[in-house]
């Protein structure tokens, strides 16, 4: 009996502690966000210090404050290039965490804070997540089967959330359904045109997202119809868990690979 009650208690303190990773991690939607947000700055920042070549030496802070290529490369830059000849696929992951200049994090987090926020609303914190984090990879994905050489950016995943929200307008309908519908496809067809229109835009990377994230969108529903289950729990778990080792692992191979050149 005694040997009872020692595994009862042991297996409280289990769940104690898993609760406490669920309140830790996903109890605050907004710090969930704010958490991707300086994951992506922290990352931004440790490209800049990996450059090959001196910064600073620009007066213009925007082209100054920008990493290069061997520095994206190494901290798990996307394309056919790093996966067939690098093997990276990992890198379906990472690189929606990298970003090329100033402009471009400070344009991808301002449109995420505001984009996300809406999403972790509908569809609940975890499948907020699993639709950024799957998103991201399913948009990188899509524009590496398009034969995209090199590219990065959190933008492909913030378009799954644009397709997510795309969806839901579309299946809830009504008043409000109808305006998130009408509000998002805007800002989608706008997205577009800036894409054709300025050189190096990932419109592959982008399109793939926002199906892909109308797809999740269809296949996790929101919350007004189905509530989140453990199932999406341990799955937002489990990417976080996989994005951080792959950071973590693109962070020591960088610093080791900059600190032996």
């Known amino acids: 009996m005694r040997a009872n009650a020692d595994?009862?208690?042991?297996?409280n303190m289990d769940d104690k502690m898993k609760n406490a990773i669920w309140r830790g991690l996903f109890h605050d939607p907004d710090k969930l966000i704010r958490g991707i947000i300086y994951l992506n700055i922290g990352m931004f920042a440790l490209s800049l210090f990996l450059n090959t070549k001196l910064i600073g030496i620009s007066f213009n802070p925007f082209a100054s404050l920008a990493p290069d290529s061997k520095s994206l490369l190494i901290l798990g830059a996307t394309?056919?290039?790093?996966i067939d000849k690098l093997h990276r696929w990992w890198s379906l992951l990472s690189a929606n965490y990298l970003h090329g200049g100033i402009l471009h994090i400070l344009f991808n987090m301002i449109a995420f804070s505001q984009i996300a926020t809406a999403v972790a609303r509908e569809y609940g914190r975890h499948r907020f997540?699993?639709?950024y984090s799957l998103g991201g990879i399913a948009g990188f994905y899509i524009s590496y089967l398009a034969c995209v050489h090199f590219t990065i950016g959190a933008s492909a995943a913030v378009c799954s959330l644009l397709g997510a929200l795309l969806y839901y307008g579309w299946s809830r309908g009504g008043e409000y359904?109808?305006?998130?519908f009408k509000q998002v496809g805007g800002w989608i067809l706008s997205l577009f045109i800036f894409g054709f229109l300025w050189p190096g835009i990932n419109n592959w990377g982008h399109g793939g997202g926002i199906l892909s994230g109308a797809i999740l969108g269809l296949l996790m529903g929101y919350s007004e119809r189905k509530p989140?289950?453990?199932?999406?729990?341990?799955?937002?778990?489990s990417l976080?868990?996989?994005?951080l080792m792959i950071l973590a692992w693109a962070v020591i191979t960088g610093i080791f690979f900059r600190l032996t050149q």
Do not use: C, D, M, Q
């Open 7 to 11: 595994r009862k208690k042991g297996l």
């Open 79 to 82: 394309g056919t290039y790093p």
């Open 129 to 131: 997540l699993i639709i």
């Open 177 to 180: 359904g109808n305006l998130v």
């Open 228 to 237: 989140e289950n453990s199932l999406h729990r341990y799955f937002a778990l």
């Open 240 to 243: 976080t868990i996989a994005t």
